[in-house]
């Protein structure tokens, strides 16, 4: 069953094809958020008012599956395989498991206040330069993260990850999304 994750489409059978597609969706996301930090200090219209709706919905619904599926079904199948390769790898998880952490407070911040500016329409002077920098420090993160994953994480995930620890992946993934694989899904892995 194919889930569309952003612009392309990948199904189960490429598991990181559907956490590139996932990157697509937080950059879109990220983008809408520097959108509505441009224009915090004023009153939402209510075209303002529903993307910053729908990005804060994903950050907190959407994104969380996203890191699961890296740290609890990607990232411990590469440390298992030890070989040069995904061993050189292994500082690049570390990295990227802190920036998940690192990340945290501050999504749990602009929920806050994007959230209070929703219901109230306005943010004190402090709390819309708090929101505009968070933001930016989002933005400048995934910026990176995105691009070690994209790079390095995804293409020898591709590589070294077997047929067996794919379908595990897929069938992670999909459970985390309450979506029912059946054969055909997962027959091209």
Not at 31 to 46: R, Y
Request: proline share 5%; aromatic share 6%; with cysteine.
């Amino acid at each position: 069953m194919p889930v569309q994750i952003g612009a392309k489409t990948h199904n189960f059978t490429d598991p990181t094809g559907l956490l590139s597609d996932c990157h697509r969706r937080v950059e879109m996301f990220l983008g809408t958020l520097q959108a509505v930090a441009q224009v915090i200090d004023h009153p939402p219209t209510e075209e303002t008012s529903r993307a910053l709706e729908s990005a804060l919905r994903y950050f907190q619904q959407a994104a969380p599956k996203h890191t699961a599926d890296e740290e609890e079904s990607l990232f411990p199948r590469l440390r298992q395989i030890h070989n040069p390769e995904s061993e050189s790898a292994f500082s690049k998880l570390e990295q990227l498991e802190q920036d998940h952490r690192w990340a945290a407070p501050l999504h749990a911040n602009v929920e806050r206040l994007g959230t209070q500016y929703l219901s109230t329409g306005n943010l004190s002077r402090s709390q819309v330069e708090q929101f505009r920098q968070d933001v930016a420090h989002l933005a400048e993160m995934y910026k990176q993260h995105i691009s070690v994953e994209e790079s390095v994480v995804f293409p020898l995930a591709a590589r070294i990850l077997s047929r067996e620890e794919k379908m595990a992946m897929a069938e992670e993934m999909a459970g985390r999304r309450k979506v029912k694989l059946v054969p055909s899904d997962l027959k091209s892995l």
